[in-house]
């Protein structure tokens, strides 16, 4: 399946995960993910997303557009393929694992990605059905700096060197 992403993406504060599980559509889960080798412009990654009852695996690719937005396709594979992409891992990159916890709001949906190599911040990513569509942040959150189009904060250039962790008051 191909599809364009759009997507506004936000360092925010960590928050509390537990008055997050509390948000109805709450689902929390996690993420393997690696880096596979690509042709120049494309990005390649397979993904192991742990549910409580199932493991979903996947492989996507990436053209980008700009810095808001991609041309996406993926696809579900079983673990015996995902166990051989994984040996096509790109050069100087590590695995990812994070945990993502996603849950609806102003009929969008909120994913929020905590990485092990922060301890007061995460990421948080809006998809967007249009460009022009503003995103409707939860009260609860605190941003700390929109990221979007930054591409350190994207999780192929974090598999290469993970940003600092960005201090706020």
Same mark, same amino acid.
């Given at each position: 399946?191909?599809?364009?992403?759009?997507?506004?993406?936000?360092?925010?504060?960590?928050?509390?995960?537990?008055?997050?599980?509390?948000?109805?559509?709450?689902?929390?889960?996690?993420?393997?993910?690696?880096?596979?080798?690509?042709?120049?412009?494309?990005?390649?990654?397979?993904?192991?997303?742990?549910?409580?009852?199932?493991? $979903?695996?996947?492989?996507?690719?990436?053209?980008? $557009?700009?810095?808001?937005?991609?041309?996406?396709?993926?696809?579900?594979?079983?673990?015996?393929?995902?166990?051989?992409?994984?040996?096509?891992?790109?050069?100087?990159?590590?695995?990812?694992?994070?945990?993502?916890?996603?849950?609806?709001?102003?009929?969008? $949906?909120?994913?929020?990605?905590?990485?092990?190599?922060?301890?007061?911040?995460?990421?948080?990513?809006?998809?967007?059905?249009?460009?022009?569509?503003?995103?409707?942040?939860?009260?609860?959150?605190?941003?700390?700096?929109? $990221?979007?189009?930054?591409?350190?904060?994207?999780?192929?250039?974090?598999?290469?060197?993970?940003?600092?962790?960005?201090?706020?008051?």
């Amino acid at each position: 399946m191909s599809e364009l992403e759009i997507e506004r993406k936000y360092v925010i504060r960590l928050p509390d995960q537990d008055a997050l599980s509390r948000i109805d559509g709450y689902e929390c889960t996690e993420i393997i993910q690696t880096y596979l080798t690509a042709r120049e412009g494309e990005t390649r990654r397979v993904r192991a997303r742990k549910y409580p009852e199932r493991t $979903v695996y996947t492989e996507t690719s990436k053209l980008r $557009v700009d810095g808001m937005s991609a041309i996406e396709r993926e696809r579900e594979i079983g673990e015996t393929e995902y166990l051989r992409l994984v040996s096509e891992q790109a050069a100087g990159t590590r695995t990812i694992r994070k945990w993502r916890h996603s849950f609806p709001w102003c009929g969008l $949906v909120i994913e929020i990605d905590v990485y092990p190599e922060w301890k007061r911040s995460c990421i948080m990513e809006i998809e967007l059905p249009r460009r022009e569509t503003e995103p409707c942040i939860p009260p609860f959150i605190k941003t700390i700096r929109e $990221v979007t189009g930054e591409r350190k904060y994207s999780n192929a250039s974090m598999a290469r060197a993970f940003p600092e962790e960005l201090s706020y008051l």
